[in-house]
C-alpha cells in the first residue's frame, strides 16, 4: 500500500485560498486514483473531489464545483487541492485517499489513507 503525508492545511478568512498536497511513497503512485474527503465537527467523512490515475478524469463535490481544483504531479507523487473562495463552512479536517486504478467517490473504497490536515475558515 502507498503511505500518504497531507500538508497545507491552516487558518484562512472566508474568500480567501489554500493549497492542500498529499505526498505519497512508493513507486506505484500512478496506478493509484487520488481523493480529497473532508470530516467537519459531528459530521461524516465527505467526498470532494478525486483524480484518475492519469489525471486525465477529476470529479468534484457539488458543493466544491468551481471553486476547488484537484490536480496529481505523477513525477512528484503528489496530489494537490487548490481551494478558493473558501467559506467557512468548509471547515473541516481534509483527507486524500488512495486506491487502486478505478476513480471513486465513496470513502469505503479506499484503502490507503493520510493523517489529514485541518482547514479552518473563518468568517
Known amino acids: 500500500q502507498v503511505q500518504l503525508v497531507e500538508s497545507g492545511g491552516g487558518l484562512v478568512q472566508a474568500g480567501g485560498s489554500l493549497r492542500l498536497s498529499c505526498a505519497a511513497s512508493?513507486?506505484?503512485?500512478?496506478?493509484?486514483?487520488m481523493g480529497w474527503f473532508r470530516q467537519g465537527p459531528g459530521k461524516q467523512r465527505e467526498f470532494v473531489a478525486a483524480i484518475s490515475y492519469s489525471g486525465e478524469t477529476t470529479y468534484d463535490a457539488d458543493s466544491v464545483k468551481g471553486r476547488f481544483t484537484i490536480s496529481r504531479d505523477n513525477a512528484k507523487n503528489t496530489v494537490y487541492l487548490q481551494m478558493n473562495s473558501l467559506k467557512p463552512e468548509d471547515t473541516a479536517v481534509y483527507y486524500c485517499?488512495?486506491?487502486?486504478?478505478?476513480?471513486?467517490?465513496?470513502?469505503?473504497?479506499?484503502?490507503?489513507w493520510g493523517q489529514g490536515t485541518q482547514v479552518t475558515v473563518s468568517s
Open positions: 485517499a488512495a486506491r487502486q486504478l478505478v476513480i471513486k467517490t465513496t470513502p469505503t473504497e479506499y484503502s490507503s
Open positions: 512508493g513507486r506505484t503512485f500512478s496506478t493509484y486514483a
